[in-house]
């Protein structure tokens, strides 16, 4: 730590009251520590202690410097336990909250592969809307949010960000299930079943719909994706999703994503986020490591594909 033999002396002498008891508590001799005391003074162009018949005593100046060294003693105390932490974590636990879309995906997996190899770690997930996960993040209620479209926000900072394009989802014996990639146009007349239209979804499938000029008239409009997974599933229509909420069921063959290969279409943004000033602890520290490094994985593996 930056000038720490300098912080210890100040701390013990203002303990002390004295130079000399202050120098043999720390093992080293009066001469040494008296000249780092002047040579502080003199940096900062005010005297730390009055000298006194009987030892020293804080000036005014003295008493804000040593509150800040106290401080600045504390703040290192608690880094090197968290970097003792990263090295050997302890048990501990993690809160986050996501969306239902995201807990439904690949969330299971990823977080069965983080407890396994951490057994003594828990992680307590809750699951809401996108505005729900920004709010209990800034509230404090949970540590860590995850979430795609989720607005910027005084007071919340990204840890991670990835971009997630939207596909065709269809069951695996539509015509179009082997096609790599599709247009838009591939899918006029064929039957929608869609994200409801209070969905950032949603909002995000319009924007990609609107340059077709033709109605959108879904057979059905839902906020569960498992419905909507489940519709596909049985052929009672197509719809558009990410990748994420349906790649397990993609990985069993029960479902098919096609990226859509229309230049207008914006990626979603999925984000990791926290308060900005909130400290982790080493539980939260390995577990945002962990889940980051498995989110760059999977949407490394949509955009080679």
Same mark, same amino acid.
């Given at each position: 730590?930056?000038?720490?033999?300098?912080?210890?002396?100040?701390?013990? /002498?203002?303990?002390?009251?004295?130079?000399?008891?202050?120098? *043999?508590?720390?093992?080293?001799?009066? *001469?040494?520590?008296?000249?780092?005391? /002047?040579? @502080?003074?003199?940096?900062?162009?005010?005297?730390?202690?009055?000298?006194?018949?009987?030892?020293?005593?804080?000036?005014?100046?003295?008493?804000?410097?040593?509150?800040?060294?106290?401080?600045?003693?504390?703040?290192?105390?608690?880094?090197?336990?968290?970097?003792?932490?990263?090295?050997?974590?302890?048990?501990?636990?993690?809160?986050?909250?996501?969306? %239902?879309?995201?807990?439904?995906? +690949?969330?299971?997996?990823?977080?069965?592969?983080?407890?396994?190899?951490?057994?003594?770690?828990?992680?307590?997930?809750?699951?809401?809307? +996108?505005?729900?996960?920004?709010?209990?993040?800034?509230?404090?209620?949970?540590?860590?949010?995850?979430?795609?479209? @989720?607005? +910027?926000?005084?007071?919340?900072?990204? @840890?991670?960000?990835?971009?997630?394009?939207?596909?065709?989802?269809?069951? +695996?014996?539509?015509?179009?299930?082997?096609?790599?990639? %599709?247009?838009?146009?591939?899918?006029?007349?064929?039957?929608? %079943?869609?994200?409801?239209?209070?969905?950032?979804?949603?909002?995000?499938?319009?924007?990609?719909?609107?340059?077709?000029?033709?109605?959108?008239?879904?057979?059905?409009?839902?906020?569960?994706?498992?419905?909507? #997974?489940?519709?596909?599933?049985?052929?009672?229509?197509?719809?558009?999703?990410?990748?994420?909420?349906?790649?397990?069921?993609?990985?069993?063959?029960?479902?098919?994503?096609?990226?859509?290969?229309?230049?207008?279409?914006? #990626?979603?943004?999925?984000?990791?986020?926290?308060?900005?000033?909130?400290?982790?602890?080493?539980?939260?520290? %390995?577990?945002?490591?962990?889940?980051?490094?498995?989110?760059?994985?999977?949407?490394?593996?949509?955009?080679?594909?």
């Amino acid at each position: 730590m930056l000038h720490s033999r300098k912080l210890r002396y100040i701390d013990e /002498i203002a303990r002390c009251g004295s130079i000399r008891k202050a120098a *043999s508590r720390l093992n080293v001799a009066s *001469s040494a520590v008296n000249r780092q005391i /002047i040579a @502080l003074e003199e940096e900062i162009g005010a005297p730390i202690f009055e000298r006194l018949p009987r030892g020293l005593r804080l000036t005014a100046a003295g008493e804000l410097f040593v509150e800040h060294i106290r401080g600045v003693m504390k703040d290192y105390q608690r880094l090197e336990a968290r970097i003792r932490g990263l090295k050997m974590p302890q048990a501990g636990k993690v809160t986050m909250a996501t969306t %239902v879309g995201l807990a439904a995906g +690949p969330l299971p997996g990823v977080v069965a592969r983080f407890l396994d190899q951490h057994p003594r770690m828990a992680i307590r997930l809750r699951t809401d809307g +996108p505005e729900s996960v920004l709010n209990s993040v800034l509230t404090g209620e949970v540590d860590l949010g995850l979430g795609l479209n @989720l607005s +910027p926000a005084p007071g919340i900072r990204a @840890l991670a960000s990835f971009e997630v394009p939207l596909g065709l989802v269809v069951a +695996p014996g539509n015509a179009l299930a082997r096609q790599k990639q %599709v247009h838009l146009a591939d899918t006029i007349g064929m039957p929608l %079943v869609l994200a409801h239209t209070d969905s950032s979804l949603r909002d995000v499938i319009n924007l990609a719909l609107a340059p077709l000029n033709v109605p959108v008239e879904p057979l059905l409009e839902t906020n569960s994706m498992e419905m909507l #997974k489940q519709l596909v599933k049985i052929g009672t229509g197509v719809t558009f999703m990410n990748p994420l909420d349906v790649i397990e069921d993609c990985r069993r063959g029960e479902l098919a994503f096609l990226p859509l290969a229309d230049r207008h279409i914006r #990626k979603q943004p999925l984000k990791l986020i926290a308060r900005a000033r909130a400290p982790f602890d080493a539980t939260a520290s %390995v577990f945002v490591e962990h889940l980051t490094s498995v989110l760059a994985e999977l949407t490394a593996e949509f955009h080679s594909a």
